[in-house]
């Protein structure tokens, strides 16, 4: 190992090195709580000190990536022998994702420690997870992806079931861990047959090899079938979507956000890595199963929707249906702009995720989580703001302007246009009509109808502040989008160049 592979891995040694500080850190720390009359039990706290760790850790995280991207972001760099690269585009969500885990841990504090799940344990897995969603945007290597997909999924099941003493909870933790273990075997099984007749696990030789007529192309065919699967089951798009709506609603709000969030970014950088890296020259296989995944999704996540009364649930088939339109973007295959939009899709609505699912958590209280219709019912009434804050995460999710969500939908549908999708493109405006009826629900029973109880804002003034950021940069960026697409396009363009 170089000094040049250390410096290439940096920020993801750092984030290793602030995760096992704060792992050691918790065991000597303690807390004496009474239980009943006479008798104290140990348990385990996030102090304050030991709990700003991690948030100086992200900022500085967010710090080393962007000094890294001034420093190298014009070049595709390819360090530890092989299984690591870093180039503008990861560059890019990687910084991403730490500012959205940032984010959700900041929505969380409180919500958290209401709950007593404010503990070093729910950090370290959190870190973990984020760990592994940098390992796997920047794998170079069918192991190196295969190592931080896991790295991310594993911690997310256990924080699933952290509730123990919900039923629900638990129950979605099972299902989630089921299922994400047969993904991965299914992934794993692909990534073998692709070993199998390339005789490689380095990407870009797959890419040389996979070019080669000579090849077994029935094999390559098979492992493909097996990897878009996998893929499928990790977005969790229709058909394989059953995960979806169950983990979203048993988990805490906080997990749920987790979920949500970040490991989407990451979730597209692997269907980037695996379909436009690698497996390109096949491009005329994989692309009709992702015409078919992305409009089953968008009909089946818009149309399940309407019939959902927990909100958490409803924006459980809402991300089905935006990733529908994620996989869209990946359709044209030899346009940059179509693959940039697909980024700057993923980016504005991990953006849209974190202020609805902060909304929920700022109206959640102890001993109450706000996730049905009837929580938002008469909020404008009580606290006009933060209805203001769902109407415009609503019209961000249902593409209204002038919201980003318009601007990004705009951008995919554009891309299909101009690849002479003119069909996706139509059935995609229509499923959105669809979507637009439950999102405008949410609008409406806050604004017109009476509230059922009183609404009580929690949640630091931090938080709370942060939200209405969030708020402000979802209006902002969908008047003026020029400037995050254009550095969207311009990662994606130096980064096909140097692939």
Not at 196 to 217: C, K, Q
Request: aromatic share 10%.
């Amino acid at each position: 190992m170089q000094a040049f592979d250390l410096y290439a891995i940096l920020p993801e040694l750092v984030l290793l090195l602030a995760t096992c500080l704060l792992l050691v850190a918790s065991v000597y720390v303690r807390e004496r709580v009474p239980t009943t009359p006479g008798v104290e039990q140990d348990i385990f706290h996030t102090p304050r000190g030991v709990g700003f760790v991690y948030f100086f850790s992200l900022i500085l995280l967010v710090y080393l990536i962007f000094a890294f991207i001034g420093r190298m972001g014009d070049v595709s760099i390819v360090a530890m022998n092989g299984l690591f690269q870093s180039d503008p585009l990861s560059n890019l969500l990687k910084a991403c994702s730490c500012a959205a885990v940032l984010v959700s841990l900041v929505y969380s504090k409180q919500y958290l420690s209401d709950r007593s799940l404010f503990r070093p344990d729910f950090i370290v897995m959190i870190l973990l997870a984020l760990l592994g969603q940098m390992v796997l945007i920047s794998g170079a290597n069918l192991l190196t992806l295969y190592l931080g997909l896991e790295l991310m999924a594993l911690p997310m099941y256990a924080l699933v079931a952290m509730r123990h003493t919900s039923e629900k909870s638990v129950e979605a933790g099972i299902k989630y861990f089921i299922l994400g273990a047969l993904a991965s075997g299914f992934l794993l099984y692909g990534m073998s047959m692709l070993y199998g007749v390339t005789g490689s696990l380095d990407l870009l030789e797959i890419f040389r090899t996979v070019a080669d007529p000579r090849i077994n192309h029935l094999v390559m065919a098979f492992g493909l079938v097996f990897i878009v699967a996998g893929l499928a089951f990790k977005l969790g798009v229709v058909p394989f979507h059953m995960w979806v709506p169950d983990v979203y609603q048993g988990a805490p709000t906080a997990v749920t956000l987790m979920i949500a969030g970040a490991p989407k970014i990451a979730a597209f950088a692997l269907l980037f890595r695996l379909l436009v890296n690698t497996l390109l020259p096949l491009m005329g296989d994989w692309q009709p199963m992702l015409v078919l995944l992305a409009v089953l999704s968008l009909v089946v996540g818009n149309v399940t929707a309407i019939a959902q009364t927990n909100v958490k649930r409803m924006l459980a088939y809402s991300a089905i249906a935006q990733m529908g339109f994620v996989m869209l973007g990946m359709l044209s295959v030899f346009d940059d702009h179509a693959f940039s939009a697909s980024v700057f899709y993923v980016i504005t609505y991990v953006l849209t995720t974190l202020g609805t699912f902060g909304l929920l958590m700022v109206l959640s209280r102890k001993g109450y989580d706000c996730e049905t219709l009837d929580g938002l019912k008469g909020l404008n009434k009580k606290h006009p703001w933060f209805a203001f804050i769902g109407l415009v995460m609503m019209f961000s999710l249902a593409g209204i302007p002038p919201t980003v969500g318009f601007a990004a939908k705009l951008g995919v549908l554009e891309a299909l246009v101009d690849g002479e999708h003119t069909i996706l493109a139509i059935i995609a405006v229509l499923a959105s009509l669809i979507g637009a009826f439950y999102y405008l629900r949410v609008v409406k029973v806050m604004y017109f109808d009476e509230p059922l109880h009183e609404a009580t804002i929690t949640g630091t003034g931090f938080a709370k502040g942060l939200l209405s950021m969030n708020t402000i940069l979802v209006l902002a960026i969908g008047i003026v989008p020029a400037s995050l697409m254009s550095i969207c396009l311009d990662a994606m363009r130096r980064t096909l160049l140097g692939s």
